[in-house]
């Protein structure tokens, strides 16, 4: 890997379902991963609005999980000190 691969990064977020269709969504995990695969952040949001599925079979999560997470605010600006 050449100098400049510390410059690329990959950014994954799971989110849950707080309606019945596909635009009723809420981010509730991020990661930030670099070119090496190496997790350098991840957190945890906390839902603001009530949980009408966990989605678990694509996310892995469960009622529960989410409950010692940050506001979406914290975990934002977390992410933006990454890149």
């Given amino acids: 890997l050449n100098d400049r ?3 690329f ?3 994954d977020v799971e ?3 707080t309606g019945y269709t596909h635009e009723d969504r809420h981010p509730v995990t991020v990661s930030v991963v670099n070119i090496k695969g190496d997790v350098i952040y991840e957190g945890i ?3 603001s609005i009530p949980v009408v599925s ?3 079979i694509l996310t892995g999560l469960k009622k529960g999980d989410l409950d010692n997470g940050e ?3 914290i975990v934002l600006e977390n992410v933006s000190w990454q890149i």
Wanted: cysteine-free; proline content about 6%.
């Fill in 5 to 7: 691969s510390e410059e």
């Fill in 9 to 11: 990064l990959s950014i």
């Fill in 15 to 17: 989110s849950i379902a």
């Fill in 45 to 47: 949001i906390k839902p």
């Fill in 54 to 56: 966990y989605l678990t």
């Fill in 71 to 73: 506001s979406m605010e």
